[in-house]
């Protein structure tokens, strides 16, 4: 009860935190400079999926910090759009496995659709590395990697604050550093909301 406890208060403070933050208003997806959010969500691995046997689920926190490379390229193309880097700071707390959790980096690049006024959709890749503690004998290291891609889709409730619903697809295994190597396959499925500066 007590880490359900700070969890929620945890994520009411960055919440908050994100909300009141001071920045340039954005004018919507086309000429903000960066981006701040916070996504939770339901991730859950796929069993006999590749090498995959273990069933995984988790309770997912991703800090994210977006930054455009580009302006507003492909103008009046299906393809306008904008290159983000992003860079996250994931969470994932394993509520099949007695609580034991996963924590470590991300760098992805993206692809922001932007013709759609209020609404952007998006694709992304990369990866990143990840200290899992999960006690599972099937996984021969705590340092693990991670890649990662999917897709998801914002929408502007300000102009400089959009609700984001995202799906990824997520491997994490320790790439033959050690053995046994278990990879987790996993689809996670995220919900958040991004303050556009």
Same mark, same amino acid.
């Given at each position: 009860?007590?880490?359900?406890?700070?969890?929620?208060?945890?994520?009411?403070?960055?919440?908050?935190?994100?909300?009141?933050?001071?920045?340039?208003?954005?004018?919507?997806?086309?000429?903000?400079?960066?981006?701040?959010?916070? =996504?939770?969500?339901?991730?859950?691995?796929?069993?006999?999926?590749?090498?995959?046997?273990?069933?995984?689920?988790?309770?997912? =926190?991703?800090?994210?910090?977006?930054?455009?490379?580009?302006?507003?390229?492909?103008?009046?193309?299906?393809?306008?759009?904008?290159?983000?880097? =992003?860079?996250?700071?994931?969470?994932?707390?394993?509520?099949?496995?007695?609580?034991?959790?996963?924590?470590?980096?991300?760098?992805?690049?993206?692809?922001?659709?932007?013709?759609?006024?209020?609404?952007?959709?998006?694709?992304?890749?990369?990866?990143?590395?990840?200290?899992?503690?999960?006690?599972?004998?099937?996984?021969?290291?705590?340092?693990?990697?991670?890649?990662?891609?999917?897709?998801?889709?914002?929408?502007?409730?300000?102009?400089?604050?959009?609700?984001?619903?995202?799906?990824?697809?997520?491997?994490?295994?320790?790439?033959?550093?050690?053995?046994?190597?278990?990879?987790?396959?996993?689809?996670?499925?995220?919900?958040?909301?991004?303050?556009?500066?």
């Amino acid at each position: 009860m007590k880490f359900s406890l700070s969890v929620q208060t945890s994520l009411c403070i960055a919440l908050l935190l994100l909300l009141t933050a001071t920045s340039v208003c954005a004018e919507g997806f086309t000429n903000a400079r960066s981006e701040m959010a916070l =996504l939770t969500g339901y991730g859950i691995t796929h069993r006999n999926f590749g090498a995959t046997r273990t069933q995984v689920q988790t309770w997912d =926190l991703i800090a994210r910090y977006g930054y455009f490379l580009s302006d507003e390229l492909g103008r009046g193309s299906w393809y306008q759009g904008r290159h983000e880097l =992003l860079m996250e700071v994931p969470f994932h707390l394993a509520v099949d496995q007695g609580g034991r959790s996963m924590a470590g980096g991300y760098l992805l690049g993206s692809w922001k659709f932007t013709s759609l006024g209020d609404l952007a959709p998006y694709v992304f890749a990369g990866g990143g590395v990840l200290f899992v503690d999960l006690g599972l004998p099937s996984m021969g290291s705590r340092l693990d990697f991670s890649y990662q891609g999917g897709s998801g889709l914002q929408y502007l409730i300000r102009k400089d604050l959009a609700l984001t619903a995202e799906y990824r697809y997520h491997h994490i295994s320790n790439a033959d550093t050690a053995s046994p190597n278990e990879p987790l396959n996993s689809s996670k499925f995220l919900l958040g909301i991004s303050l556009l500066r």
